[in-house]
């Protein structure tokens, strides 16, 4: 019989580690912050460019509509899309803000109605939407689920050899 390299199941290990690292490091900027409150977006255009780019993902978490000042970035629901433009004026007698995108040369021709704000944008991470949105898909789950499995499989493997080497050398 064939001896194994004593280094294979510490190869199988660090693979499968680095596999379900990769799953977790994906999921964590989803799920943990909808603990603390915050509402994810992912940014599908360019209204808000250079300051948050196509392809980002944006938290925004519900605050005092009232203490939201000029320049802050909100997100309110605009028909059938969630929207982030900057704020210009917050008209608290009317309740109602006067936005803008970067992008625009002129601010929104419609004022936010304060029913229609989701909340104040508080983060946003370059390029992390376009990630999202492809293993928020049923096949990126899938391919999630995969790469979980494998990882779990690869660590069992690596204990297997392990053992087996163990047996052999007594």
């Known amino acids: 019989m064939k001896k194994r390299p004593r280094w294979l199941p510490d190869v199988c290990k ?6 379900l690292a990769i799953v977790i490091g ?3 900027p989803i799920t943990l912050p909808r603990i603390f409150g915050f509402q994810i977006y ?26 939201i000042k000029e320049n802050e970035i909100i997100a309110y629901q605009d028909v059938d899309a969630v929207v982030a433009h900057r704020v210009v004026h917050n008209r608290t007698g009317l309740g109602e803000f006067v936005t803008k995108g970067d992008a625009n040369e002129v601010e929104d021709r ?7 704000v989701v909340g104040r ?8 939407g376009m990630a999202m949105s492809l293993y928020a898909t049923t096949v990126g789950k899938i391919y999630l689920l995969l790469t979980a499995g494998c990882g779990l499989m690869l660590c069992m493997l690596s204990n297997r050899m392990v053992i087996h080497r163990k047996q052999v050398a007594k």
């Open 14 to 19: 660090g693979l499968g580690i680095a596999m």
């Open 26 to 28: 994906l999921c964590l």
């Open 42 to 67: 992912d940014v599908i255009s360019g209204s808000m460019e250079p300051e948050i780019p196509v392809g980002s993902v944006l938290y925004v978490k519900p605050c005092e509509l009232t203490e």
């Open 110 to 116: 419609a004022p936010v109605p304060y029913k229609a």
């Open 121 to 128: 944008v508080e983060l946003h991470l370059p390029w992390f």
